[in-house]
């Protein structure tokens, strides 16, 4: 990380005069009815990063309904590293809706004039960062997968996934500001906390009224969460892909699954064919999962599938084939028939756990 | 009741490869594909015809061969088809793409008034989900994202109630026409149109529209030249340095081959080996 | 829906688009049907292109059609499991414009010469499947689609519709085609760097290789293998008749499989990244499988009358070649205002014999039946071929002498003297 922002700059690049009132690093820290989206503190760990490079702060932007507990959510954006947060609580801004927050954010934007402004890649930050980059018409790259500052020209080098994963391309916005950029769940390390952290909170008055708002929450009906797989946020997943061949077969991985308290996730095809749950699909147009041990068996390891699970500690792989493109960057390869290699592994992993529980 | 939807032909990302020394995308045999995400926005604008009558105009912005797209279009039931095109949009990122995209709307509305304006969740090429957005803020729209059903729409009133998919949750929203929808995948299933259709696509004319016909006048205001952001490098995604470790003892039994690779894989991380323990209390 | 056309072209293949482009030239109203989602989209793999058929129905091809690579070398292999001993034909003769044989990629060829048709003024629908033909009597007078509203008229109907046409077959107007007269073939397509390809063959830029290979890589059933560079991929496949497949329950992936694998073609498409598998039919029955093609209101071109050359690998030509004809015999007629009765059409029937299509068809008609009674060409052959090679080039302190005398003998314990004669003459007969 930050390799660029070491390196001496061979040239001296002048800062646009333009620019010279744009400074510090913004995070949208996004909330939902008090609870935070945690993309939003992986946000600000990289955040920190970047803030740091360019030696100005870190500033979160928190924005709810007057009732939920803003300040809160400020003092814990300081344990992941910001220095300021700006908080704005209306009764208009309850629930998230796009005209009233579009223009909480791009007001904001004008009144203190960031150089970068990074939103979560959610529905939210997606939803609402189109909207703010066109108000403000200036850039934004969508899901990037890794952020560095030139020093120099104080540009972020964004890059991110092109063409289905298949390549990366690295994305500038040097004649605008604020720079902006979303970043998808779990794609960057969860900082740690440190909840002895303290900064300033500004409070911003927001003024818009109910009635000028056209659109309007007729009801929100929460996600039945008890049976909801929360794939990104596991430390150990077990995965099959279309090797499993019958639908069946996936009994196997859920055993292994009950064994290791592990999530079950799979490739696209195995989701398709309803042998899993879409929330259960890991890769490109699924979730990017970040956990400890990652197993797959029978994936093939295609580039969508791997851009949403290369970021786990350890992977292993169980394939049939050697030559299989997931043995390129798994990191313990099985090649054999995952119908006896997945059984197998379920009892070796019963016997040592019974040891550990005789040692423990 | 007069629906635009926005949709684009892209390659077919499944298929696309990159040259190993030049990095670059090998396109040759790489089919052309309308946006499978806007197939979702398409059909839930013929529905509404279904259900109200109407008109429903599909737009795309892109180079000739688009028109191909445009036309299969028109053959699963679309009534008019306009494309897009001038060589000084190439290289458009998404805040130019969506103000292209307006004056092309601006351009729709002088002749017919728009109640809705569709678009796919996003793309499988740019994969942004920045253009509906774009277009709705441009025009001054109410903008509805990941829309996983339209409720009802009440012409009357000029009225519409949506499901939207929030994070963690359902809305349910009630906003005015004219807005824009973008629609989320896997709500519906693309018709297959009759014959009828079938013959009135092949034989349509596809109004081309230029630069100029949708008046943006300043060719420096689009393309590469009106676009933020801009890509400084292409290249292809690192390899990890290392393969996977093969555990492949030749005619073991998977018995021996599970072994082996817990008794490796702890010896080598032993947080590992701890966290899985942990489990067992 | 009363639509009527004066002529429907089932299929969007080398004879269906040859056929919709000479009729729309003509001046006909023409209705091109295709199941697939774009024409060529069922035909995605790579070919070889003869440039003098479709340089007949458009002279100017060469200037806008999708060709991967001209031709200049041909090698011929015959392989054993291990080894391949063959001839390498190189000339700069192939090397002079206007050049004569192409690769091409069907999707890409496909769509180019469909969209000629309809830039002539023919329309053209796909993914629209013809389920059977209209009947009046025994006069055909369109079609009916699996699409809603789907009976379309005219006064005759092309079947352009590949090999395993259904629909002459479903109005009764010939037989079910028989296992041992078709082969089946499955295709792959290998994605390499175009300088990689151009490396491995020693050719330049806009140069093409072919192999073509016999021997054991049919696993002893009666077949070939096949090796076509494009521009930058490598399509390679094998073909062997169906009736073989059933009766040695080998699957032609395995088959394709061990050719990959082969010590001599392994290399040359050594980390490429295959992208396509196909499968398909090629009638190989030859001359006398050939059914009837003609009859009331309708005319049979291409793969589905059986016009493919096996032993020359060519098909495409043909195909449009009797595309071609098919749909001059209606112009014609219409020209002279006499209407698509069986008996006006039979023109095509002799406007076929007068072509190559049926010189050819007709020269090589004992072919396949000889290749079926003879397995020993794809078994025996290629072995003792590898062998004698061998035992002439291994420098082993062996007189030349005796190796020719050793090479003779195995020759005839192998098949023995008045087998060999045998063969020689069946396959001076076939082919002359
Ligand atoms: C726009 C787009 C988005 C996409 N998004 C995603 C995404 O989010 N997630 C995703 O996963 N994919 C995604 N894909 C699809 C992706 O390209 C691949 O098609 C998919 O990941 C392949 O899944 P698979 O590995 O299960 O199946 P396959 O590619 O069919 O691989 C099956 C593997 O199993 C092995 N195998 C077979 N039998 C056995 C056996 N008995 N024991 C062990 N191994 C065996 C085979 O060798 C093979 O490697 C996307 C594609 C596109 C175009
Ligand atoms: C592996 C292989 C290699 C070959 N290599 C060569 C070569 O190198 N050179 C060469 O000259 N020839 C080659 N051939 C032969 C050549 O491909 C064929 O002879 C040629 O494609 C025949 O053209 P066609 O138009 O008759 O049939 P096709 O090209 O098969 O076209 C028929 C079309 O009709 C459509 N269709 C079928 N049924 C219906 C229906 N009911 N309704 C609507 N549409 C329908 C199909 O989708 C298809 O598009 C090869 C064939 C194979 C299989
Ligand atoms: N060039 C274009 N022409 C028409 N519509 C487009 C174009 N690009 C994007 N869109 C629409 O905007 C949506 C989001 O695209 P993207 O922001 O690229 O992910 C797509 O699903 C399309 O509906």
Redesign the interface.
Known sequence: MNEQARKPARKKVELDPRFVSYRHVWVFIESERGEVHPVSWELLGEGRKLADALNVDLCGVVIAGPGERGKGICAEAFGYGADKCYLLQDPVLADYRNEPYTKALTDLVNTYQPEILMLGASTLGRDLAGSVATTLKTGLVADCTELLIDTESRNLAATRPTFGGSLLCTILTQRHRPQMATVRPRVMAMPDADPSRRGEIVEVPFAMLETSIITKVLEYIPDDSRDKPNLPFADIIVAGGRGLKKPENFALVWDLARVLGAEVGGSRPVVQAGWIELDRQVGQSGKTVRPKLYIAAGISGAIQHRVGMDGADVIVAINSDPKAPIFDFAHYGIVGNAMTVLPALTEAFKAHLAQARKAG | MHSVVCIKQVPDSA?I?V????NTI?R??V?AIINPYDLFALEEALRLKDRFGGTVTVVTMGPPMAE?ALRKCL?YGADDAILVSDRSFAGSDTLVTSYALTATLRKIMESMPVDLIFTGKQTIDGDTAQVGPGIAKRLDYQLLTYVSKIVDVDLEHREIRVERRAEGGVQLLKTTLPCLITMLEGTNEMR?????D??R???YELKVWDRTVIGIEDPETVGVKGSPTVVSKVFAPRPRSQRAEIIDLQDDSPKNLASTLLARMFTQHPKLEREIAKRAR | ?A?KFDVIVVGAGMAGNAAAYTLAKGGLNVLQIERGE?PG?KN?QGAILYADAIEKIIPDFRDEAPLERHLIEQRVWVLDDSSYIGTHYRSEAFNQEPYNRYTI?R??FDQWFNKKAREAGA???C??TVSELLLDGKKVIGVR?D????E?YADAVILADGVNSRLAVKAGFHAEIQPRDVALAVKE?H?L?Q?TIEARFNIGEEEGVVIEMAGKISAGMMGTGFLYT????ITLGVGCMLSDFKQQKVTPYALLDRMKSHPSIAPLIA?S?M??YAAHLIPEGGYNAIPQVWGDGWLIAGDAGQFVNGIHREGSNLAMTTGMLAAQTLVELKQAGKPFTAGNLAKYKRKLDDSFVMKDLKKYRRMPDIFHKNKQFFTTYPELLSKAAQTLIRVDGVDKKTKEKSIKQSFVAARSRLGLIGDAFRFWRAVE
């Open positions: 298929q490869r040259h190993p020394v030049t090998m040759q045999g089919p191909a053959s297959f149109g009759d014959l009828d079938l013959f696509a092949a034989r | 829906m639509e774009t989209s995605v990629i999707a890409h329309l053209t629908i993914e629209t689609t699409r809603k509203g789907g379309i397509i994605f760097p300088e494009n521009k930058e991929s980390g990244e992208k396509e």
